[in-house]
């Protein structure tokens, strides 16, 4: 998933304040901000190149350090310990942990395929990102729909009100993961516009995602806290 489990940090900082929304939002995507940086350390190497070339059904990674099952369970321990140290309070740190647990069981239904340890290990996860891009996305989509609306729910039992443009801004977000991931299911922007091929740093996969989820997170970051008093 991508816009999926930024839904479950919305919801972990509804229940638990102190842990900082940026922080649950950084969490929530711990596994996709390890695999960046291994992206540029050379040890999981992303493709295609150019992003315009790019399909969810035909990117190609190894995220043998950063998603695949046995690493998690160093990373489950940093993740509580930053939690923990960060906030001063184990309840925090067991809800990153939660949010990070939660990452793996989201991309075990609609992301990438995972393995125990390598390719060649057992795969954990149904990979339907490249064997059924369509389904994964329902999938996201559905799971989205679902914690959005127990997340405003549990706001409007709380007395918590929003402008309707508060409310559409952070739909908004999980609404563009969805489309862009549609846009790109099996057809590329290349084979769909005819674009013609370019030499600039710009249309790299890597750093294109990478600025896709900073935006994401800035404007959750500013909407978020913009409720209105009753």
Do not use: C
């Amino acid at each position: 998933m991508i816009a999926g489990h930024y839904a479950t940090a919305l919801i972990a900082n509804q229940k638990f304040p102190k842990g900082t929304l940026l922080f649950f939002l950084a969490v929530s995507q711990f596994q996709d901000i390890f695999w960046f940086i291994f992206h540029y350390l050379g040890l999981e190497p992303t493709g295609p190149i150019d992003v315009f070339d790019a399909t969810i059904a035909n990117m190609t990674v190894l995220m043998m350090y950063s998603h695949h099952l046995l690493p998690q369970f160093f990373w489950a321990i940093l993740v509580f310990l930053l939690g923990r140290i960060l906030f001063k309070s184990t309840t925090i740190g067991l809800v990153a942990l939660a949010l990070f647990v939660s990452h793996i069981v989201l991309d075990f239904f609609s992301g990438h395929g995972h393995h125990l340890f390598g390719a060649n290990s057992v795969a954990i996860g149904l990979g339907l990102y490249a064997k059924n891009a369509y389904l994964a996305i329902l999938i996201e989509a559905v799971f989205m729909v679902a914690a959005l609306t127990y997340y405003f729910r549990e706001e409007a039992k709380a007395g918590v009100v929003r402008t309707t443009k508060n409310r559409a801004a952070i739909i908004g977000v999980f609404a563009y993961g969805i489309v862009f991931m549609v846009s790109i299911a099996t057809v590329s922007f290349r084979d769909l516009f005819g674009l013609p091929v370019l030499n600039f740093a710009f249309n790299t996969t890597v750093p294109t995602i990478i600025f896709t989820y900073i935006a994401m997170t800035a404007v959750l970051y500013w909407a978020v806290p913009k409720t209105v008093k009753a």
